[in-house]
């Protein structure tokens, strides 16, 4: 990403207007709601740091983290997760992305199920095995259960036997429920539910799958 064309000021201003927007705005069909209406988030919304217990994809001392609260059984959040991969991709190290779980239980019988099946395969098998899999899932949203939870892990190399115990334990769930509830107490009303996270602290919220350019201006009044 060249610094030159972001930093000039009319795209900064542009930035920080697309940035309110996000916040601030509202729209439907871009995020699926556990109830009615359209998450506006929180602009003082405070998550935990990102460390070592996260699920992190691309730099990890990027300058901006996109930290995603997101539902594997979500339309929308299906729709986003390759938005997010081709942003990772065109910044270059600038960003990294951190996939934390939402699943709205309540509208998605396997949303839940299919977080724990990711947690498992984490444990199992390791961080780069934890993103192919969680794209598997939402290339797989018609089919999700335990029959595709063990043939997918068998993907990334672990057995249908350690799977099917690890499945079968609910080692996960707390970790589960912990990231849902940090995502209620941050504002998270919908999936997905994104916070950006700059080097020096600041955190800004936005919900929705939004379009790739609008989580560019975004990252670059950012930067």
């Not at 990403?1 to 542009?14: E, H, L, R």
């Not at 602009?43 to 740091?49: C, H, L, N, Q, Y």
């Not at 396997?110 to 780069?128: F, I, R, T, Y």
Request: aromatic share 8%.
């Amino acid at each position: 990403m060249n610094q030159g064309t972001i930093i000039a000021g009319s795209i900064v201003v542009s930035g920080g207007l697309i940035a309110a927007a996000v916040i601030f705005g509202g729209g439907s069909g871009t995020a699926q709601m556990a109830t009615g209406g359209h998450d506006r988030g929180n602009p003082s919304t405070e998550i935990r740091a990102v460390d070592e217990t996260d699920h992190l994809f691309g730099n990890p001392n990027a300058a901006i983290k996109i930290v995603e609260f997101s539902d594997f059984e979500c339309p929308f959040c299906s729709r986003f997760h390759p938005t997010l991969e081709r942003v990772i991709k065109d910044f270059d190290g600038e960003v990294a992305w951190v996939y934390r779980h939402f699943p709205l239980k309540n509208i998605h019988a396997q949303a839940e199920p299919a977080a724990k099946a990711s947690e498992c395969v984490a444990e199992l098998a390791g961080n780069d095995a934890f993103w192919t899999y969680s794209s598997q899932l939402f290339e797989n949203q018609n089919r999700l259960g335990n029959s595709l939870y063990i043939e997918l892990a068998a993907g990334v190399g672990i057995s249908a036997v350690d799977m099917q115990s690890c499945l079968g334990s609910n080692r996960h769930v707390a970790k589960v429920q912990k990231d849902l509830q940090e995502a209620l107490n941050a504002g998270g009303r919908g999936t997905p539910f994104s916070v950006v996270v700059t080097s020096d602290g600041q955190m800004v919220p936005f919900s929705g799958a939004l379009p790739y350019d609008n989580v560019v201006g975004l990252i670059n009044s950012l930067l």
